[in-house]
C-alpha cells in the first residue's frame, strides 16, 4: 500500500487502488483493502511507515503461529488502515460495524481484515489484540455463519473477546433491553445497542436511551 499512496491523489491512483481491489475483475474481492481510503491525505505515508517499523506483518504472522490457530481453512489475514482522522468517507461507527457483522463476501473468500484507525497512534500489543479479536470473528462465523439477531451478534462479540456474560457488569437497563429485543434484526436497534447514544445521534438515527451502549462495557 505505500506504493499506492506514494501515487499523487487522483484519478491514476484511484483507479490503482481498484485493480488492487478487485484484481482486474470488475465486482470481484481479489484484495481485502475495503477499509483503506485511496485519496488519503500524505499524512498516510507516515502511518504506514510506523507499521513497517514495527514489523507488523511479521509480527502478526508470528502471533497466529504462537496462538496455535487452527481454522477450517487457510486464512489470509490482511491489516486495513480505516482513515477516520482525515478521510472524508470514513465513518468510525459505520466502518466499526461493518467490520464485526458486515462480513459476508471476506468469509466466502476466506479473507480476515483487523483494523487499525489513524486517530490512533500504532501500537503493536493492541494491533495484536484486535488481530486476535478478528481471528475470533471469522473463526465465530465460519462455524455459525454471519450473526443477523441481536443476540447472535452479542454472542459473537462475547466469543471474539474471550469473555462470558457472567463477566461484564452491564447496566441493568442494557440488559432488560438485550433479554427484550434478542431476536431483532433491525439495524436501528442493533445499532445504538452496540454503539450508544452519542454515536446513534451522531448519525441522526433515533436513540435508545441506552447510555453507552454493550460495546463501552465489553471493553471494560
Known sequence: M??????????????????????GKK????????????????FILNYIKQLQAL???KEIEFFIQSKQVNTPQEVAVVLNIADD????????????????????????????TPIVWTSE??????ILKVT???????LFQWERGIPKTLQEQVDQELFAYGKSPSELSLPTEIQVFLDQEAKTESFHIIFPFFYGEEATA???????????????????
Open 202 to 220: 451522531s448519525l441522526e438515527m433515533t436513540t435508545l436511551g441506552i447510555g453507552q451502549g454493550f460495546l463501552y462495557y465489553l471493553n471494560q
Open 132 to 138: 486476535e479479536r478478528a481471528i475470533r470473528r471469522y
Open 121 to 126: 497512534e500504532p501500537e503493536l500489543a493492541s
Open 2 to 23: 505505500l506504493a499506492l499512496y506514494e501515487m499523487p491523489a487522483g484519478s491514476a491512483r484511484f483507479e490503482k487502488y481498484l485493480s488492487l481491489l478487485q484484481g
Open 85 to 112: 482522522l482525515k478521510g472524508g468517507w470514513t465513518n468510525r461507527f459505520t466502518t466499526d460495524h461493518s467490520s464485526r457483522f458486515g462480513t459476508s463476501a471476506l468469509l466466502k473468500r476466506n479473507f480476515c
Open 27 to 42: 465486482g470481484d474481492l481479489a484484495l481485502p483493502i475495503g477499509n483503506y481510503n485511496p485519496m488519503a491525505k500524505p
Open 55 to 57: 514489523n507488523i506483518e
